[in-house]
């Protein structure tokens, strides 16, 4: 069975980022549309989800890879603020398990403390000097 399948995936596109996204957005307007099912925007939003699913589909299994990578290429570059903006965002919570993030008095600058067991610490800051206390 895994043999055929292997087969038939030969030479076809595959799964890409692009294609996690289209099936996402189509999972997405599948589950709202069935909430909305009685009206017409229920009906466009099924609608719109089942041409997605499709769409996607068409691309796994399309034997024109230079086509289909090209456009993930796009879409991971219109994508790329947003995907940063996730990536440091999940940095940052990541960081706060293990740092205390606290903010210069001074001028702003944003100041990495390792955490402690809540004792004092005098803080220098690295841009303008300005020395100040904070627990960690
Ligand atoms: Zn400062």
Redesign the pocket.
Known sequence: MKDKLNKFMQGRYGVDQFARFTLGVALFCIVIGSFLRTGIAGEILDMLGFILIIYTYYRILSRNVSARYGENQKYLGYTQNIRNRFDKEKNMMQQRKTHHIYT??????K?RIPRGKGQKVEID??????KFIKRR
């Open positions: 210069c008095p001074g001028c702003g600058q100041i800051c690295p841009k303008c000097h300005q």
